[in-house]
């Protein structure tokens, strides 16, 4: 538009003073400039004030603390010198230096053309119109390379801080004690996915931003301007339809594969939230390294389609260069000439007229202004790089220090335990996490005082001593809210210790079911042997034959003919039903054949004579059981009773035969 306005003040303008015009709009645009950059510094400085009212922990900002967290994500991001990412940042560099290069040349041929269509001389005109279009394909692979780099370089930023995050989330534990034990984030599925895309973005656009100011010339030739007819206006019309039905037809894929893009997006979101939704009992299944393989999966999955779709427009990048720039202007340029070529219309025009001095300066100033507006983006860009790259840093600390076993969790004022009437409360004891001792040995559980603690510090029992050896079952009950289910999250190692002694055979021997088992995403066959793959479960010499016999114990052998194979894949969450699940726990439970189980309501949705034959099954391969019912007829299958009563106390005793039947 300026380049136009400038053009229609000519015909008003001495010939003279067409260079100062040009230099004056220039002070007037690099004024205009000045001011906008002052308003969005203000702008940004007013957004972090109000950001460090609202935060406790202050605002980001690009600052020293912000580098020194950038260099850090750098070298993840960025793990050597020999790395495929250095690869494209010289790719991406040379390419802007090249592009440099190439619209200096552009803007010196244009200048010739020009000055060969307002001299009137077509042989000149037509040599450099031809450099122009010899010229159009080697542009066109440079400007799409440098388009191409700046994709595969964010997509290679990602999946590098995806696998290495999701490497130490899914490391142990670390996802349920950052959504359970640790209250600093309350998003991690956000922060591994949406903050972690948008940081890897801005960091590689803001590399490019960057180095466009001092490299970017201006990238189109603007048309010519005057008075050409009508003629010029409808011809350009003309192909701008026809291009645009052209690109409008090559585009088409665009639309489902933008579709297919969020499908996946939405896809690796949903198997995050899975493990946060269901991550206790993933932790009791110790399926870390299986859930960490679907993530990856997923992740995979996306990053094919990105590469491919990247790889789609560069192609269509390259015919869109092609015709809706170069071969537009090429058409422009014919369009111009006519004027002056093939009639008569500036035969008799000055040749200082033609020329028009002040129309390459205008070209320069445009060129100038945008410049500036990038530089006024490249501010703003690392502001919000600053935000990104402050929770990035703040997850991988929080990840850090779960993995040594630190956590910051509220907590209560002091020991909340419950005593009985008339008795005095036990004296206060500091309850530090991890100061238990933790020691592994075979088939046998013992408590020696082990205080039932949750993790905000809140006492349910002050000081618990049983020992369970194998072969005796026993019953857990109590009301709700009583310890049951602490007891076995400190028994699992998914709480910390808070004191006293736990000896116990190693996690893998412990194996969990809760009421409502978890089905994982996969074939029929990963329902049975999960957290196992179906290369551990060769390894381990289990064949699909076996598999089949724990399914008839369980009376599930219907499912395989029903739904379709081994191999077939469903959401089985919602396929089966509860029965069905409860009962596909405990095929998983033969397969596995722990040295302890534990059964939490896990039988509820079960008949009496199929529970029956689980446990008389689990006996005979010397499963010992840990079972939470109120169930009467569970009552003959336990040696012994581990009974809360809710205000602090238990009791663990034999059950008598004469003794009198709880529950329902």
């Avoid at 089985?572 to 534990?598: C, N, T």
Wanted: aromatic share 10%.
């Amino acid at each position: 538009q300026t380049t136009v306005q400038m053009a229609a003040l000519s015909k008003f303008l001495p010939n003279p003073r067409a260079v100062g015009a040009g230099v004056a709009l220039f002070a007037g645009l690099l004024l205009y400039f000045s001011k906008s950059l002052n308003g969005r510094k203000a702008e940004l400085y007013g957004f972090a004030k109000e950001t460090a009212a609202k935060s406790k922990k202050g605002k980001a900002a690009v600052d020293l603390r912000f580098f020194r967290q950038l260099i850090k994500l750098l070298r993840i991001i960025i793990p050597s010198i020999f790395s495929p990412e250095v690869g494209y940042l010289l790719m991406i560099a040379v390419m802007l230096v090249l592009r440099t290069y190439a619209d200096v040349w552009m803007i010196q041929n244009g200048t010739d053309i020009e000055g060969s269509i307002i001299s009137m001389d077509h042989a000149r005109f037509m040599a450099n119109l031809l450099k122009f279009v010899y010229a159009m394909p080697v542009i066109a692979i440079v400007n799409n390379l440098l388009k191409f780099g700046l994709n595969m370089l964010k997509l290679r930023f990602r999946q590098r801080l995806s696998t290495h995050l999701y490497d130490r989330y899914m490391r142990g534990f670390t996802y349920y004690k950052m959504t359970n034990l640790d209250n600093r984030i309350s998003n991690p599925d956000q922060l591994l996915t949406q903050d972690v895309e948008k940081f890897c973005d801005t960091l590689a656009e803001l590399y490019s931003n960057i180095s466009k100011p001092i490299l970017d010339i201006c990238l189109y030739v603007y048309r010519l301007t005057g008075s050409i007819g009508a003629q010029g206006p409808l011809t350009m019309l003309a192909y701008l339809a026809m291009s645009g039905l052209i690109l409008t037809r090559l585009r088409a894929p665009v639309g489902s594969m933008t579709v297919r893009e969020q499908h996946l997006e939405g896809q690796l979101r949903f198997v995050n939230s899975r493990v946060i939704t269901n991550s206790e009992e993933i932790s009791f299944y110790q399926g870390s390294t299986r859930e960490r393989l679907t993530i990856k999966s997923t992740l995979e999955q996306l990053v094919d389609h990105l590469r491919g779709f990247i790889m789609f427009r560069f192609s269509m990048g390259f015919i869109d260069t092609l015709i809706a720039k170069y071969i537009a202007t090429v058409v422009g340029y014919f369009t111009v000439s006519k004027p002056f070529l093939r009639s008569n219309r500036h035969a008799n025009t000055p040749h200082r007229e033609r020329v028009q001095a002040y129309y390459r300066s205008g070209r320069m100033l445009v060129r100038m202004a945008e410049a500036i507006g990038r530089i006024v983006l490249a501010g703003r860009e690392m502001t919000r790089l600053a935000g990104f790259t402050s929770r990035v840093s703040e997850l991988i600390v929080v990840l850090r220090d779960l993995e040594r076993g630190v956590y910051e969790r509220t907590m209560v004022s002091g020991p909340q335990t419950n005593t009985a009437e008339g008795e005095h409360p036990p004296a206060a004891v500091p309850l530090v996490p991890g100061s238990g001792e933790i020691v592994e040995e075979d088939h046998v559980i013992r408590f020696e005082g082990v205080p039932l603690v949750t993790p905000n510090g809140d006492v349910l029992v002050s000081n618990m001593n049983f020992e369970v050896r194998r072969g005796m079952n026993v019953l857990v009950c109590g009301p709700n809210g009583c310890g049951k289910s602490s007891l076995f999250r400190i028994l699992g190692e998914l709480w910390p210790l808070f004191g006293g002694k736990m000896v116990k055979p190693h996690r893998s021997q412990l194996f969990y079911i809760p009421q409502r088992p978890y089905m994982t995403l996969g074939t029929f066959r990963d329902q049975v042997i999960y957290p196992d793959t179906h290369a551990d479960q060769q390894e381990r010499g289990v064949s699909d034959q076996s598999l089949e016999e724990f399914l008839d114990k369980v009376q599930l052998s219907y499912l395989l003919e029903r739904e379709g194979g081994w191999d077939t894949v469903k959401d089985w969450m919602d396929v089966l039903s509860g029965g069905e699940k409860q009962r596909m726990a405990m095929a998983r439970l033969f397969y596995h054949e722990p040295q302890f189980a534990i059964l939490d309501e896990c039988t509820s949705a079960v008949s009496v004579d199929v529970e029956g034959v689980i446990y008389s099954d689990c006996k005979k391969k010397g499963i010992t059981l840990f079972t939470v019912s109120h169930r009467k007829s569970l009552w003959k299958h336990h040696e012994k009773v581990l009974q809360f009563d809710g205000q602090g106390a238990y009791e663990y005793k034999p059950i008598d035969p004469n003794m009198e039947e709880f529950g329902s």
